[in-house]
């Protein structure tokens, strides 16, 4: 009896010890990470015979042959017809496309400016489920807002594992400045863990007061007494939209950018069964260009802030669904912040959140939310600015001076809130994408967010496949998207939305030691090397193949645009050649992101992106003057400074702006030469 007893009073201990054992070994078990695993394809290597393959990556076809294509679809062959046409190449537009024709359908896809022209480009580059979704989800027991969450936390982990170069695991911090808030905020993250499951990497951890600091140098002391990390996803969000765009055109999508729909074709009956489009790129060389029409069996609206303007086209008389809230986020240099961890302020003055990030060697802070109207490139205003800097100075330590002169770029992008047409309460916004269909067959897919793009495009065609009987089938020749026959990109292209799975262009060949390669057989600079690698994936050997050599002992290619930023000239080359970059703006806004980066160094590096894209397209002068003119108008958009707005060409050449009355020359110290020590 009593060894009976005894056996008992061991058996809780045994029994705490099982469990704490067990959650440790979870907590730190070995785990495949999405966005971590080694290349598909390995690099190319020196064969047997001393020669170096580059990879042979399948062609994307020109723009004019897309646009061969468009027009073929009215030609009256049944055959020819598009089965889906799709209106905007977005994130939404360029992910439905994908979806579309990684299905067996034949699609298209036009875009009135450029991919990710609008919203897109101008977010605040984090994929993720969203710690105050959560938040709210818990405090009004709202199970949309718990369903929007865990929906997201999913299609991050598809972000991670079909685009990792790209996109990329961010530790976020969250300043305690009390003690109280620790075992709330602490049950808060796990809970988002808890939620992300596999789809997770590490789990939140705590940080006392002098590891916050040494994570965190620049973090205001003063009351501070820890920090809670929580992991969530960040990308390159316009070139992750070109990439979308580029990968639905190797699956057979037209893919047309700079193409306008200027109206709505229908039956007899009231359906649509077309549109009339221009292609706007003719008019900039001063050349007369006709519509013409594209006939489909299916057309889907995915304009975000625009969205009404298309629904117009089919009726004129439909209600606004749209209603416009303007982001506003600034560029600050890299030194405020650590290069590998971001922050959040989750109580700001006003109760709004504000993230503070490092991107792309910068710090990004925003964002704002205010009612807008809606325009093509809203102006960041001076007083969400003056809010971010004000806000972004609480949390800093004082001896830190946040300087107006220190913003080096502000945007303003438009959220495109939707509200259904058809629900009762027409005053109420949905909380995540709305898709409906009206009466002559208009597809409209609005709302949502980055992070959700897959899988609004999955339910997207599903409508369309649904509602206009669309036949989907088997892809059959499916493009050799990773340049080799190592990997078959068909095998899984059954027929039914693959999207989770489709690699996009330049993923099968990253690892995160794809630079050292690059370096070691191009001579190109480390941060050069990065920066490709972590932009294009495997095309960053095609990129820098087409940078000039430099005639120097090191490197040996890749002239910078920028003395300032890690962009070359190749980058130009393979935005024209392989990306369908029409514009001097698609270039430094879209392909590269000086133009979010740094607006005057944008300004700088334009003559030389002009000069590029001159040997590449054939501009004539009044071609020049037309890009120099409309890049300066749009990096007033990008908050450059109103001094630098009448700069001319050849000022900037010679370098003889004149910013003497700019913030910027009056906040360092300018001596003719060095002061000399008084003994």
């Known amino acids: 009896m009593s060894r009976f007893f005894r056996a008992r009073r061991l058996l809780m201990p045994a029994a705490v010890a099982g469990a704490a054992g067990g959650a440790l070994y979870w907590s730190y078990r070995p785990r495949n990470i999405p966005g971590y695993e080694g290349p598909v394809v390995p690099p190319p290597i020196f064969g047997a015979d001393g020669t170096f393959k580059l990879p042979r990556f399948p062609r994307i076809k020109p723009r004019t042959e897309q646009i061969f294509d468009l027009k073929k679809s009215n030609s009256g062959a049944r055959e020819d017809e598009y089965d889906v046409l799709v209106i905007g190449a977005g994130a939404t537009g360029a992910g439905v496309a994908l979806d579309a024709a990684t299905r067996g359908l034949k699609v298209a896809v036009v875009e009135r400016d450029d991919f990710s022209c609008g919203t897109s480009s101008k977010s605040t580059k984090l994929v993720h489920g969203g710690v105050r979704y959560l938040e709210k989800a818990v405090w009004n027991l709202d199970y949309s807002q718990y369903e929007l969450v865990k929906e997201a936390l999913k299609e991050r982990k598809y972000f991670l594992a079909t685009a990792p170069h790209l996109s990329m695991w961010l530790p976020i911090m969250l300043p305690l400045d009390s003690w109280w808030k620790a075992p709330y905020y602490w049950a808060g993250t796990k809970f988002y863990d808890f939620l992300a499951g596999s789809e997770g990497i590490e789990s939140s951890y705590f940080l006392t007061k002098s590891k916050a600091i040494d994570a965190f140098p620049m973090l205001k002391q003063t009351d501070l007494v820890g920090a809670l990390v929580y992991y969530d996803g960040a990308h390159n969000d316009s070139r992750m939209n070109v990439s979308i765009g580029m990968t639905a055109a190797l699956y057979g999508a037209t893919v047309v950018n700079h193409m306008e ?53 089919d009726d004129p008389n439909c209600k606004e669904i749209v209603a416009p809230a303007s982001g506003v986020h600034i560029i600050l240099p890299g030194y405020y912040s650590p290069g590998k961890m971001g922050l959040i302020d989750p109580s700001t003055s006003d109760g709004r959140v504000i993230f503070f990030l490092p991107w792309q060697g910068n710090t990004i802070a925003g964002t704002t939310d205010e009612p807008a109207q809606i325009s093509k490139n809203p102006l960041p205003d001076e007083k969400s ?17 946040v300087r107006r002169g220190d913003v ?46 897959r899988q609004m495009a999955e339910e997207c065609v599903d409508a369309a496949v649904k509602e206009f009987g669309l036949e989907t089938r088997r892809v059959i020749n499916a493009p050799r998207v990773s340049g080799t026959e190592a990997i078959d990109d068909g095998a899984d292209l059954d027929g039914s939305c693959q ?25 190109v600079e480390t941060e050069v090397a990065k920066h490709l690698t972590e932009s294009y994936g495997d095309r960053a050997w095609t990129v820098a193949a087409l940078c000039r050599p430099t005639e120097k002992r090191f490197p040996a290619r890749g002239e910078r645009i920028s003395l300032l930023y890690p962009f070359v000239d190749g980058e130009v080359r393979y935005a024209v050649r392989h990306e369908y970059a029409q514009t001097a703006v698609d270039v430094l806004a879209r392909r590269t992101r000086l133009a979010f980066l740094n607006a005057q160094a944008a300004l700088e590096a334009l003559p030389k992106v002009i000069d590029i894209m001159v040997e590449e397209l054939k501009w004539d002068k009044k071609r020049q003057d037309v890009e120099w003119r409309e890049t300066v108008q749009f990096l007033e958009s990008m908050g450059l400074p109103q001094p630098m707005l009448s700069a001319t060409r050849k000022q900037v050449e010679q370098g003889k702006i004149d910013f003497k009355s700019s913030l910027e020359y009056r906040m360092y110290s300018r001596h003719d030469k060095p002061v000399e020590d008084e003994r």
């Open 261 to 313: 729909v200027t109206g709505l074709l229908k039956t007899q009956e009231g359906k649509l069964c077309g549109a009339t489009v221009i292609d706007r790129i003719p008019e900039r060389d001063g050349k007369k260009t006709e519509a013409f029409n594209i006939k489909a069996k299916c057309i889907i609206n995915c304009t975000g802030p625009f969205t009404d303007g298309i629904r117009k086209l």
């Open 385 to 401: 600015i003056q809010w971010i800097l004000n806000e972004v100075s609480h949390y800093l330590s004082p001896d830190i001076n």
């Open 408 to 453: 080096l770029a502000a945007w303003s992008g438009l959220r495109p809130l939707v509200s259904d047409p058809k629900a009762k309460n027409t005053e109420s916004l949905v909380r995540n994408h709305l898709i409906d269909i009206s009466e002559s067959g208009l597809v409209t897919c609005a709302g949502g967010k980055w992070t959700t793009y």
């Open 499 to 523: 999207t989770h799975r489709v690699r996009l262009v330049g993923a099968h060949g990253f690892s995160r030691t794809l630079f050292i390669h690059l370096i070691q057989h191009f001579g």
